[in-house]
């Protein structure tokens, strides 16, 4: 099994975290594990991308331009990254601040409403947690246990207690995400 | 500490610093290696080993602390990306003329000039062929992963005390801003300051006892004569590192038609062409660069004999490339492919290289 995906947004979405727990998660389970950020000048507001790959075998190249699965947050992301999907692959995204939604018959495309469920749990902090949650329904690559473990080794102790609030966003995810 | 850890580049060479027993670290923050002072800042080794870690007021300074501290004979560092290692390269010059052991980290980006904060390969001449004025050689080790980027840091301070040898780790944006699976090796003690004088008290400034002459560390001699000899005993230094100190990565070379040469971020970017050039039925072999000085010429030269053609992949506008084509020496065509600047190749792209300039050629 290898998995190469790209996740892109904007910064402060929880974008590159997002890549590091799937990272997490797949060492969890002893998988190789690679997590290559754009480190522009992306901050707040900006743009910022990651590639993550999980793989079975040892990882050859950190950097892809074809992916299995886009998971796109902002409409640059979707200009930029709807074409690198490969053909049957998987792009996921947030249609909230969508105008031009993707347009691609030969990939899978499903929509989660990050930002509106978030904000309905009352943390806009866990937005990336019930997009991580939809992904992982759709691609079950890693084990949600081994998601818990890797939690608890990228977390400092003192948020640990913020783990339980993870759990949910990631079943919230789960359940609400829709194919198109 | 033999537990799994995920890591960026720059991060692990840091804790490797730290867990090779290191004395001191100077550096100056720099985009994309700024990982290294910040972790080390984090971490605060001091409590851990006693290793100091100090950020300079400049690069110029950070390297001049490096001088000054490596003449004691302590295991020091520092680290910087390409416009930084240039402000480097009066203080790395001295160092070689006066001989002594140092790492030096260049994460490399974009240029000339200040050029970008993206990722480079761009400054292998320097790196190789000296940068620095006068006849001197680096030792120059090139990680390809983050496992590597730790690895490496025990290896090149030996290496450096070993040849008494600035020795630089040349790595690029990539390798140190990405995140991968390490193991990290066990805590080596800092030396006390007994076993730096029983080792190195035959040329290191630990303080003079009777039952010796002073030790002088300096690169100056202002009689030709005499600094000609010592650019020969360098030379003869360097002949050595070239004998013994060969390090190279040859995947699937036996039996291939085609053979990518590359180094760092590039060697696992064609790693992957490889693999795709090897799908469609192309017999490609990878020759890993792991020490850029020495340069496996030997090697190479060797391998032009079975292949039909080398593809030197790396991200500058070609610069291994003259050392390719040194090594192989006209026996087969060598080409160049790379993209640079900052902007780095896909593997797709190396292959259409690959195709139109050595395999259809």
Redesign the interface.
């Known amino acids: 099994m290898t998995e190469e995906m790209i996740i892109a947004g904007f910064g402060g979405q929880g974008v590159l975290s997002m890549g ?1 727990i799937l ?2 998660s797949g ?1 969890m389970q002893d998988q ?6 754009s ?2 000048p992306e901050m707040r507001g900006g743009t910022a991308n990651v590639t993550v790959i999980v793989s079975d075998e040892r ?8 992916y299995d699965t886009a998971i796109l947050l902002n409409q640059q992301s979707m200009d930029k990254f709807e074409k690198s999907v490969k053909p049957g692959g998987v792009l996921l995204y947030d249609p909230n601040g969508i105008l031009h939604h993707p347009t691609r018959t030969d990939i899978k495309i499903y929509t989660i409403e990050g930002a509106k469920l978030a904000s309905q749990m009352g943390n806009p902090n866990i937005f990336n947690m019930i997009v991580f949650g939809a992904f992982l329904k759709i691609k079950p690559i890693v084990k949600l246990e081994n998601v818990i473990r890797g939690l608890k080794k ?1 977390l400092p102790e003192r948020h640990h207690k913020l783990i339980p609030l993870n759990e949910d966003a990631i079943s919230m995810g789960m359940n609400n995400v829709v194919e198109k | 500490m033999s537990e ?1 850890k ?1 890591m960026k580049g720059n991060e692990a060479v840091a804790e490797a610093a730290i867990l090779a027993g290191v004395d001191a670290y100077f550096g100056y923050p720099i ?2 290696q700024s990982e290294v002072i910040e972790y080390l800042m984090v971490e605060r080794p001091e409590d851990r080993t006693g290793m100091v870690v100090l950020q300079a007021e400049s690069e110029i300074a950070a390297i001049n602390m490096v001088y000054g501290a490596a003449g004691t004979g302590k295991r020091v560092m520092t680290s910087s990306s390409s416009p930084g290692v240039s402000l480097k390269q009066e203080g790395i010059s001295y160092i070689a003329g006066s001989e002594l052991p140092c790492v030096i980290v260049n994460v490399v980006r974009g240029g000339p000039g200040l050029g970008t ?2 990722p480079s390969q761009a400054d292998y001449f320097q790196s190789t062929k000296g940068g620095g004025h006068g006849d001197y050689r680096l030792l120059v080790l090139a990680p390809a992963s983050v496992q590597e980027m730790a690895d490496f840091v025990d290896l090149a301070f030996d290496l450096a005390f070993k040849y008494r040898n600035p020795v630089m780790i040349l790595s690029d ?2 390798i140190g ?5 390490i193991t990290l090796p066990a805590q080596k003690p800092r030396l006390s300051n007994e076993e730096i004088i029983e080792r190195y008290g035959d040329w290191a400034t630990t303080g003079k006892p009777s039952t010796r002459e002073r030790n002088i560390i300096t690169s100056l001699e202002l009689d030709p004569y005499r600094q000609e000899t010592h650019n020969h005993k360098l030379q003869a230094k360097y002949k050595k590192m070239e004998e013994n100190e060969v390090r190279f990565e040859a995947i699937n070379c036996e039996d291939a038609d085609y053979v990518i040469v590359a180094y760092g ?1 590039s060697a ?8 795709l050039a090897r799908a469609k039925g192309h017999k490609v072999g990878l020759f890993r660069l792991i020490s850029l000085f020495p340069f496996p010429k030997n090697e190479l030269n060797k391998l032009a004999d079975t292949v039909k053609g080398f593809l030197a992949v790396e991200m500058s506008a070609g610069q291994m490339i003259e050392d390719v084509r040194l090594a192989v020496n006209g026996k087969k065509p060598a080409e160049h492919y790379g993209r640079f600047g900052g902007v ?5 792209e190396v292959l259409i290289a690959l195709e139109q300039k050595i395999i259809g050629g």
């Not at chain 1, 190789?32 to 950020?37: C, K, Q, R």
């Not at chain 2, 780095?344 to 797709?348: D, F, K, L």
């Open positions: 590091k990272a997490y060492i190789e594990v690679s997590w290559m950020p480190y522009g990882i050859s190249s950190p950097i892809l331009t074809h990228s | 799994v995920l985009t994309p904060i993206q944006g990539v801003q990405m995140m991968e699976k971020s696992r970017i064609s790693q992957k062409t490889m693999q780095v190749h896909s593997p797709e």
